[in-house]
C-alpha cells in the first residue's frame, strides 16, 4: 500500500517508536475524501 500525495511527515521514530498522541485522533484523515479518490478501489483490492 502507497501513501496518499496528501501525506506528511508529521512525527519522527525512534527504532519505530512514536507518541501514539501525535498519530492516532489527529482529524488529518477524512474517510469520505478517501472513499472519493479513484485509486481507492485499487488499493484495497489490487
Not at 3 to 11: E, F, K, L, P, S
Request: aromatic share 10%; net charge negative; charged share 25%.
Amino acid at each position: 500500500m502507497s501513501a496518499g500525495t496528501d501525506g506528511t511527515v508529521i512525527v519522527a521514530t525512534d527504532h519505530g517508536w512514536v507518541d501514539f498522541d501525535r498519530v492516532l485522533a489527529t482529524g488529518l484523515f477524512d474517510e469520505e475524501t478517501a472513499a472519493r479518490h479513484p485509486l481507492w478501489v485499487k488499493e484495497l483490492y489490487g
